[in-house]
């Protein structure tokens, strides 16, 4: 497996759309007015649709197998008031940690930490999300935690 | 008409200790997955496609664990306001299946002067109908100190 830690991903761009807000807003049952009309803003979560706009090359590799993989925790920091439709920002992503702890069951769990930063037009951060993925435990005696998706 | 018009933003910081008022969202159901995954652009059939989780080992669909956390920032922002978020974090702790009700709780853990406003810490959770914490999560709001 390639040193992760060290390979280097692709920017790119994520338009802020507000039909995408609007879509997503009825997603999250909001009626809230903040992410309607044109100046609308992103809701707290919205940013895990980038991964979308990524070309190959622009995603960080956890590495986990898919039948081991589990989500387990998500982070979203916005540094201002959230990004608006209209606005481009540009997505970078890297691995923010790599950790290992030892599982119920006496197996190693791997923990990778993917961070993505988002620039506005400026070049200034204006957000990031971090998002935990745990490679469980090899033999499964029960239902797993987390988000399985 | 701005957004800041429109929006409902609280106009004073909440004191510590304060918890803002519960909210239960569901029975949930395989249609809100859908909506879900088209609107995140997310097609993993474990959140549509019975025979593909049971084939998994699942017993049915499952929600994503990112439409709960989606329906857990609607509380928090309903509450502390959309503009005002700066930090949204959460663990995932238990699967969300069709027909669960998911019920927001949230409570104000700590505050902090800044010169824009005051920082509002706050502590999320969403359970369900059983008793068993779906999600656990923190976040933080930058409140605009009131004119």
């Known amino acids: 497996m390639p040193d992760a830690q060290s390979s280097e991903t692709i920017a790119y761009e994520l338009p ?23 100046e609308a803003i992103i809701p707290p979560t919205f940013l895990i649709t980038a991964w979308r706009w990524a070309p190959e090359g622009g995603r960080a590799a956890h590495g986990i197998p898919r039948s081991l993989l589990l989500h387990g925790e998500q982070e979203f920091i916005y540094h201002q ?11 970078k992503e890297h691995i923010h940690d790599r950790y290992e702890k030892v599982g119920k069951r006496g197996g190693v769990m791997q923990f990778v930490v993917i961070s993505t ?13 971090r998002s ?6 090899p033999k499964i005696g029960r239902e797993p935690k987390g988000d399985a998706s | 008409m701005n957004v800041e018009d429109k929006s409902v933003e609280p106009a004073i910081a909440p004191v510590l200790g304060t918890r803002a008022e519960t909210r239960t969202f569901g029975p949930m159901t395989p249609e809100m997955f859908v909506v879900y ?18 084939r998994a080992g699942y017993p049915s ?24 978020i700066r930090r949204f974090h959460v663990r995932f702790r238990d699967i969300v299946w069709p027909g669960d ?19 509002v810490s706050i502590s999320l959770s969403m359970m369900r109908q059983t008793g068993d914490t779906a999600l656990q ?11």
């Open chain 1, 132 to 137: 935990t993925f745990i490679g469980r435990e």
């Open chain 1, 16 to 38: 802020i759309e507000r039909g995408a807000i609007r879509t997503f807003r009825g997603a999250m049952q909001s009626s809230n007015p903040a992410y309607e009309g044109v």
């Open chain 1, 81 to 91: 008031a959230p990004p608006r439709a209209g606005q481009v920002l540009t997505a």
């Open chain 2, 37 to 54: 995954s088209g609107a995140a652009g997310d097609l993993n059939p474990m959140h549509y496609d019975r025979d593909f989780a049971q």
């Open chain 2, 137 to 147: 999560g923190e976040a933080d709001f930058l409140v605009p100190q009131a004119y």
């Open chain 2, 61 to 84: 669909i499952f929600a994503q664990g990112m439409l709960s956390a989606a329906l857990l920032s609607t509380f928090a922002t309903d509450w502390l306001g959309p503009n005002n």
């Open chain 2, 101 to 119: 009700e998911l019920t927001c709780s949230g409570e104000v853990t700590k505050t902090q002067r800044h010169a824009d406003g005051t920082l």
């Open chain 1, 117 to 129: 930063e988002f620039s506005d037009e400026e070049g200034v951060l204006v957000a990031e999300m």
